[in-house]
């Protein structure tokens, strides 16, 4: 008897499909009848299974979808930790100096003043010592030396490849895990052809009584300088921590962090060894608003990456007698077959995004109503699972947060417009998703050109594996796929950060920690929730990617940088007119005090 499962129900069809026009025997009746009963249970072991498993979400999902109230059943949908604030009275003695009109005078000329120094890193840039456009990172280091008198007076510094830096905060008790901060110094260069769009020279850290502009101002001098002045305020008030701080802060984040962050992680497990911090804080996820309610979204996993180059070859010649083909023809045909065919992508419910979707439909206010019901109803509903796929993934930006992409950003071939062209390749760049691997990329490409590479009569080889048929007549010419830029560039997907269960004490700790930093800031009744903390699914990639040896995967993507702050006027970020609002500063700088008198006190890390 065929079954379907619907709505967390069993349904039982028809069983006209099964029938035999003409009866069978009494035995073959017996065995058709007996097979179908073992079907029936094992189909409702199967589904009773699942449900068990879901259960309390599933309950949890139609209590919500049946109840007007949302107030009091959001929580079911995406529940939140308490807000978690520091016992330390030098808490509140901290505060009160951030929000004086000296301190804000102190921490705009702070964040102008590194913004000032243009420490660029480029993607061909050469080795440390050999090429010259490093020079400004000894500027920058100078910069921060007498910026910042306390910290270099109380922590040890290790330069990592003479750029990288390291700090040590050594705390009291060398039982409690370290906690590892990470900022990176490198900014996107400036394009020398919008310079003079800027609003404010790029490189002029002006403030203009609310905001400080210029490359860096978000993307990660304030990163790195609200770490640095969160601590010489924590020193200024005679803090001395238990619990041991290291920083970590690389010179080519924004380019293949191999000069800097590697170098970094390298120094770091040879000093503290593998796991050994308790957790790790880098750049990512902000504070913005989604469907009416303000949300913060630390960024809980990376997707992988991967830079796939195509190189076609075939004869060259005079081109007043060409084939029908040319390599860059073939090279063509071979992109189409890229853009004709993207990699699928599908609504599953273990992805980080559709956890961030529970949050958003159990607190977001002005969500559509049909949204809304395609999420709840998706937790217990393949079909309704699959509805909010179609409705989400109109959007590319929606497709970016779950599937593998892939973009054709690199093209060359030929040199002379009356010769043939013997060489021709792309680059196409795939973001891999989370529930994918580098292998299954690879793979995907490779089978997807096999049919065109026989067409062409090319020989195929796909990292270094030979893939069309060794026997067959000689080639017209070659297809080679491979890692673009150098071997190992590419990057699996990062672990899953864990959000809920006892392995989620990082996470709580800096779930308390934003509720505390957003209430206070705002002079907002300290233990109520006035942001929702959810997990995020960030698009890109951070220094973090180096680093999944040191946490035992416990890394979080967030800086408490508060998006809403760019309502009126864009951020900027690696783009024209990059600026900081000095009120999301402030903040920033009251998230990294919070942090760490929050990371000092917690004994259960
Ligand atoms: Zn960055």
């Known amino acids: 008897m065929p079954v379907s499962i619907q709505a967390g129900k069993t349904r039982i069809l028809p069983v006209s499909t099964l029938c035999s026009p003409v009866s069978p025997p009494t035995a073959r009746k017996k065995r058709v009848y007996h097979f179908i009963g073992l079907l029936l249970i094992a189909v409702v072991v199967v589904n009773h299974c699942q449900l068990t498993r879901f259960n309390s979400l599933v309950k949890n999902c139609k209590e919500f979808l049946f109840s007007n109230d949302y107030n ?24 009160e100096g951030i929000g004086t009109e000296e301190f804000k005078g102190r921490a705009v000329d702070w964040l102008a003043g590194a913004i000032q120094v243009p420490t660029e890193s480029y993607d061909n840039l050469g080795p440390i010592g050999e ?21 270099h007076s109380t922590l040890s510094l290790t330069k990592v490849n003479t750029y990288g830096l390291l700090y040590e905060w050594k705390g009291t008790d060398s039982s409690l895990k370290p906690v590892l901060l990470a900022a990176h110094q490198d900014v996107v260069p400036v394009e020398p052809r919008t310079a003079a769009d800027w609003t404010y020279p790029p490189y002029s850290g002006h403030f203009d009584g609310t905001r400080i502009w210029g490359r860096g101002a978000s993307d990660d001098k304030s990163g790195l300088i609200g770490l640095m002045s969160a601590i010489e305020i924590l020193l200024e008030g005679d803090f001395k921590p238990e619990r041991t701080f290291v920083l970590a802060f690389g010179c080519d984040e924004e380019a293949s962090s191999r000069f800097g962050a590697q170098q970094l992680a390298k120094a770091m497990l040879g000093i503290y060894g593998r796991n050994a911090f308790a957790f790790i804080v880098d750049e990512g996820g902000d504070i913005s608003e989604h469907y009416g309610t303000v949300f913060a979204t630390p960024g809980v996993t990376e997707k992988g990456y991967l830079d796939l180059r195509i190189d076609v070859t075939s004869p060259g010649g005079h081109s007043s007698i060409p084939p029908n083909h040319t390599t860059i023809g073939i090279l063509s045909r071979l992109l189409v077959e890229f853009e004709n065919n993207p990699f699928p992508v599908e609504m599953s419910t273990d992805s980080v995004f559709y956890e961030t979707l529970q949050c958003y439909a159990g607190y977001g206010t002005t969500m559509p109503s049909d949204l809304r019901k ?19 993934f109109e959007n590319p930006a929606n497709v970016a947060l779950v599937g593998t992409t892939q973009a054709i950003d690199l093209i060359q071939g030929g040199v002379k417009s009356n010769a043939l062209p013997e060489q021709a390749y792309a680059v196409v760049n795939h973001r891999i998703s989370t529930r994918s691997t580098v292998l299954e990329v690879i793979k995907h490409d490779t089978d997807m050109l096999k049919s065109l590479a026989y067409e062409f009569n090319l020989t195929f080889i796909s990292f270094g594996e030979t893939i069309s048929d060794v026997h067959a007549p000689s080639a017209y010419g070659s297809l080679v796929l491979s890692d673009a830029f150098m071997i190992n560039n590419s990057l699996a997907p990062a672990p899953i950060t864990p959000t809920f269960g006892h392995r989620a004490r990082p996470y709580e700790l800096l779930s308390g920690t934003i509720q505390a930093t957003y209430n206070s800031h705002r002079g907002l009744e300290l233990e109520s929730h006035h942001v929702v903390v959810a997990p995020g699914m960030p698009t890109g990639n951070t220094d973090t990617r180096r680093y999944w040896d040191l946490s035992d995967g416990q890394i979080l ?18 783009t024209i007119d990059e600026n900081l609002p000095v009120e999301a500063f402030l903040e920033m700088i009251w998230f990294f005090t919070t942090l760490i008198l929050n990371s000092d006190e917690s004994r259960n890390l």
């Open 72 to 95: 009091h059943n959001n929580e079911k949908l995406c529940s939140q930790y308490d807000v978690l604030v520091p016992k330390n009275p030098l808490w509140k003695i901290v505060g």
């Open 557 to 574: 993507r967030y800086n408490h940088r508060n998006s809403l702050a760019f309502k009126d006027v864009a951020g900027g970020m690696h």
């Open 131 to 151: 090429d010259p456009r490093w020079e400004t990172f000894k500027q920058f280091h100078e910069y921060l030396f007498k910026a910042f008198p306390l910290v």
């Open 374 to 392: 395609a999420i709840v109803r998706s937790v217990y509903s393949k079909k309704a699972l699959k509805r909010l796929g179609d409705i989400l």
